[in-house]
Structures are given as C-alpha cells and as structure tokens.
T-cell receptor, first 115, second 115 residues
Framework: EPEVTQTPSHQVTQMGQEVILRCVPI?????FYWYRQILGQKVEFLVS????????KSEIFDDQFSVERPDGSNFTLKIRSTKLEDSAMYFC?????????????FGPGTRLTVL | AQTVTQSQPEMSVQEAETVTLSCTYD???????LFWYKQPPSRQMILVIR??????QNATENRFSVNFQKAAKSFSLKISDSQLGDAAMYFC????????????FGQGTILTVHP
C-alpha cells in the first residue's frame, strides 16, 4: 500500500540554523499538509498546500516557515532560523482531494531537536 | 476557534473486551467532520473511522464504532473484541466543512490491551 515517507527521521540542529524537512506524499495525491507535535502537547496544524499554493495556514506558520513542492514528488518544510521552541515532531500528510471521504494519510514524522 | 478534548490520557482493556474512548469538541459550525486516528508505537497515524456531522447514523468500521451525539458535541469511539494490535495512541480530530483540510486534534488517549 502506498505510504507517505519523511526524511530524515531525526534532525538535530543548532538554534538559528536553517532546516529543511522532506516528505514524499502518495503519488496521486493533490493536497499536502504539515503538522507538528511538541512533546506532551497536541498535534497542531501548520499549513495546507494545493496547486503550488498555500491554501490555509495557522498562526504558528509565520515568516520563519515556508513550504515548497520543488519537483513532482517532494514536499518540503523549511524553517529559516530555528528556535528552541521549534523542537517537535513534524508530520507530513497528503490526501487525494478535499471531499468528506478523502482521507489524510500521514507520514511517520521527523523529530526535530534544536539545541 | 474549534477545540477538541480527550479527557482520558490512558485507558486499558483486556483482550476480547470492549472499550470506549471519549472525545468532546466545541464548535459553532453546522458543517464539519469528525475522525478517530490511531498511532501505533513508532508508526504512522492511520484513519480508523470518520463521521460526517450531517449524518445521524453512527459510523461503523468492523470492530470500531462511534457514538456521535451532535447536541452534546460528543464523539466517542467503541472498540469491540479488543485485540493486541489495537494498542496505540488514539486521536480524535475535527475538520471544518469550510476548511482546506485542517485537522484539529485532541490530546490523544493511550490504549493498552492486556492479554
């Protein structure tokens, strides 16, 4: 069965550094998402992306964050200047459409540790 | 803003028994969808069951069923004939009918299944 994949599984970075988290959505899916989960807290929505544009974003998704679909298969989340509070598990998801029966399929997550 | 609350951080059940996980939500919208996701240890979140708010009939998927009480804004998950493979973190999630896929999650409930 097709799966969403994410790389790396764990990323350690220094505060102020840029990181790029990578995701490969399921191939025929058109909608892409990023969520994050700070340890011990809820999974939080960051952004949704369709047709090479951001469809919706949360208050968390400020100017430090950007998303891109650089080619036909990858979907990336860039954090320009990481802060300690960016340490979290980041989940990518994709869905074939936006209908009520279109399931979001999640990747296994990337654990980001900012030192 | 919509909120989702899971008041049971942990639950346990004996194999073959039935367990119910609770979820309440707060919204002023009439068009929305509710979901239960399962996250096994070190694995992706996968969709267990979904409920459209406009449907009065409770959703069922094999051993999984929901009790959707729209007026009470309650959406509990019942797992019948529990199996060892049901052990996981379970997340309740809400999606507005007008959103671009944004899921709002509860805190999660860790389910342990005892043999």
């Amino acid at each position: 069965e097709p799966e969403v994949t994410q790389t790396p599984s764990h990323q350690v970075t220094q505060m102020g550094q840029e990181v790029i988290l990578r995701c490969v959505p399921i191939s025929n899916h058109l909608y892409f998402y990023w969520y994050r989960q700070i340890l011990g807290q809820k999974v939080e929505f960051l952004v949704s992306f369709y047709n090479n544009e951001i469809s919706e974003k949360s208050e968390i998704f400020d100017d430090q964050f950007s998303v891109e679909r650089p080619d036909g298969s990858n979907f990336t989340l860039k954090i320009r200047s990481t802060k300690l509070e960016d340490s979290a598990m980041y989940f990518c998801a994709s869905s074939p459409g936006m209908g009520s029966t279109d399931t979001q399929y999640f990747g296994p997550g990337t654990r980001l540790t900012v030192l | 803003a919509q909120t989702v609350t899971q008041s049971q951080p942990e639950m346990s059940v004996q194999e073959a028994e039935t367990v119910t996980l609770s979820c309440t939500y707060d919204t002023s919208e009439s068009d929305y969808y509710l979901f239960w996701y399962k996250q096994p240890p070190s694995r992706q979140m996968i969709l267990v069951i979904r409920q459209e708010a406009y449907k009065q009939q409770n959703a069922t998927e094999n051993r999984f069923s929901v009790n959707f009480q729209k007026a009470a804004k309650s959406f509990s998950l019942k797992i019948s004939d529990s199996q060892l493979g049901d052990a996981a973190m379970y997340f309740c999630a809400y999606r507005s009918g007008t959103s671009y896929g944004k899921l709002t999650f509860g805190q999660g409930t860790i389910l342990t299944v005892h043999p």
